[in-house]
């Protein structure tokens, strides 16, 4: 079976400033894939960035960027330059080759971005 | 283009009564998946539909929870005999399947929150 634990029910960070989301995840499927989404409170999930089990460098999208370390499984989102609107949930999910197409969700983590 | 749509996008029922949650997927995507967002439990799948083939029914909670998908593109959940611990927000997605299956990004729709009274 497969999980994702997400350690931080909720974060802070001051504008403009970095931040890193931590996600861990469990699969014994050498094939997988990791997405994080990030959900406002209106309701929508929003798709921020993937990463492949067998990716060679670490994803990035504009300020999001994933730190992949595959040994540790860990797959951290780091969002750069923080802005207002970026005060959402934020959810790590992952998906398995041998597991059909369902994504297995963490349990989010709430960010709250600050002047 | 048009993203995701469901509807209604909120609900609210009596204990006992039938529901139906109706979604309406990105134009071309073969993949639809229904998933459940709940205080108590999450975010979890519910059923897969990938093309013509036997849908994926293995995260629906109980038989009184179906799903179908006509003509390969709306699919409706029903919902029988509602409960209390039914009520939720139920998310519909959908991606392009299994040919372009590297990333096959799941793109969600706004949901439909369902209360039980």
């Known amino acids: 079976a497969q999980k994702i634990t997400q350690t931080q029910p909720g974060m802070f960070v001051q504008e403009k400033e970095a931040v890193t989301l931590d996600c861990t995840y469990d699969?014994?499927?050498?094939?997988?894939?990791l997405f994080w989404y990030k959900q406002p409170s209106s309701g929508e999930m929003i798709f921020l960035i993937y990463q492949g089990s067998y990716d060679q460098q670490n994803a990035t999208e504009g300020r999001y960027s994933l730190n992949f370390q595959k040994a540790r499984k860990s797959a951290n989102l780091v969002i750069s330059a923080s802005q207002l609107g970026d005060s959402a949930m934020y959810f790590c999910a992952m998906r398995v080759t041998g597991g059909g197409n369902k994504l297995t969700f963490g349990t989010g983590t709430q960010l709250k971005v600050e002047l | 283009g048009a993203g995701v749509s469901q509807s209604p996008s909120n609900k609210v029922t009596e204990k006992g009564k039938d529901v139906e949650l109706r979604c309406d997927p990105i134009s071309g995507h073969t993949a639809l998946y229904w998933y459940r967002q709940s205080l108590g439990q999450g975010l979890e799948f519910l059923i897969y539909?990938?093309?013509?083939?036997?849908?994926?029914k293995s995260g629906l909670p109980s038989d009184r929870f179906s799903a179908e998908r006509t003509g390969g593109s709306v699919s409706t959940l029903t919902i029988q005999r509602t409960q209390q611990e039914d009520s939720a927000v139920y998310l519909c997605?959908?991606?392009?399947?299994?040919?372009?299956?590297?990333?096959?990004?799941?793109?969600f729709g706004p949901g439909t929150r369902l209360t039980v009274l």
């Open positions: 699969t014994s499927d050498p094939s997988y894939g």
């Open positions: 539909f990938q093309g013509n083939s036997a849908p994926d």
């Open positions: 997605a959908s991606s392009w399947g299994d040919s372009h299956r590297r990333t096959d990004t799941q793109y």
